[in-house]
């Protein structure tokens, strides 16, 4: 958990950063983290595998930013790194989570 919120230039701050570009609040629910850890430690590549399995939860939604301008807040659940469902995508004029 440490590699990934704590370092000066950590995964989750350098994720977030890329969201703000295009205007979009990036956060991540603790048991998203908690999968992340988990699913790296199971390939038994180290911290690198980190990097990958976020990869793999965002790409796809970091190419559509640019197009998707009402889009606001993204929060990365416990099911989305699962792949069960995507990330929860709040547009302007939705309720934003707490």
Known sequence: ??????????????????????????????????????????????ARALRSIMESVLTEL?????????LEQCIVTRYSVEGKTQPVLIRSGEKKAA
């Open 1 to 46: 958990m440490k590699i990934l919120t704590e370092p000066k230039n950590d995964l989750v701050k350098q994720y977030r950063k890329l969201f703000a570009m295009e205007g979009v609040d990036l956060i991540f629910e603790n048991d998203a983290l908690e999968e992340i850890i988990e699913r790296a430690m199971k390939r038994r590549t180290g």
């Open 62 to 70: 970091m190419f559509s930013l640019p197009d998707d301008q009402k």
